[in-house]
């Protein structure tokens, strides 16, 4: 009795064939999961850069504009960065006025993801720029669903 052991070939194209179907299903899954995980770090910053300005506007009556560019005019403790460090963060922060209105009445706080002075590989091409101002009004420059 000679018994062979093994896989032919044509097995292993059709495993090959099955792997390649299930990754090519899975992966947009779970990079479009890892894109809505990051964006929680700009809305967690905005939330944060918000708060820090009602403070601000209680002590100073008014808001104060930010960005990274006036980062040594801009008040103290005002990040212009999402994350830990600003080589680190995802988004870009900048605050202004509301449109069409004063600083001193309403601020504008704007998340940009992936600038050249963050991680500029960071895209999110759902949403992109988020914004979230005195008033509580949120938005993003994208189509998607980008805040709960």
């Given at each position: 009795?000679?018994?062979?052991?093994?896989?032919?070939?044509?097995?292993?194209?059709?495993?090959?064939?099955?792997l390649s179907i299930l990754v090519s299903v899975a992966y947009p899954s779970y990079a479009g999961h890892v894109v809505?995980?990051?964006?929680?770090?700009?809305?967690?910053?905005?939330?944060?850069?918000?708060?820090?300005?009602?403070?601000?506007?209680?002590?100073?009556?008014?808001?104060?504009?930010?960005?990274?560019?006036?980062?040594?005019?801009?008040?103290?403790?005002?990040?212009?960065?999402?994350?830990?460090?600003?080589?680190?963060?995802?988004?870009?922060?900048?605050?202004?006025?509301?449109?069409?209105?004063?600083?001193?009445?309403?601020?504008?706080?704007?998340?940009?993801?992936?600038?050249?002075?963050?991680?500029?590989?960071?895209?999110?091409?759902?949403?992109?720029?988020?914004?979230?101002?005195?008033?509580?009004?949120?938005?993003?420059?994208?189509?998607?669903?980008?805040?709960?």
């Amino acid at each position: 009795m000679n018994i062979k052991s093994g896989f032919t070939l044509i097995e292993m194209l059709v495993v090959l064939v099955i792997l390649s179907i299930l990754v090519s299903v899975a992966y947009p899954s779970y990079a479009g999961h890892v894109v809505r995980t990051k964006r929680t770090e700009g809305q967690i910053a905005l939330i944060e850069a918000i708060q820090q300005q009602e403070r601000y506007h209680l002590q100073h009556n008014t808001y104060a504009e930010f960005s990274a560019s006036s980062e040594a005019t801009a008040p103290q403790g005002f990040r212009w960065w999402s994350g830990a460090s600003a080589g680190s963060s995802l988004y870009e922060l900048e605050a202004y006025a509301c449109p069409g209105r004063d600083i001193a009445d309403c601020v504008e706080v704007r998340a940009t993801p992936g600038t050249d002075k963050v991680d500029g590989r960071f895209r999110d091409r759902e949403c992109g720029a988020l914004t979230l101002d005195s008033l509580g009004t949120h938005a993003s420059a994208g189509t998607g669903r980008c805040w709960p």
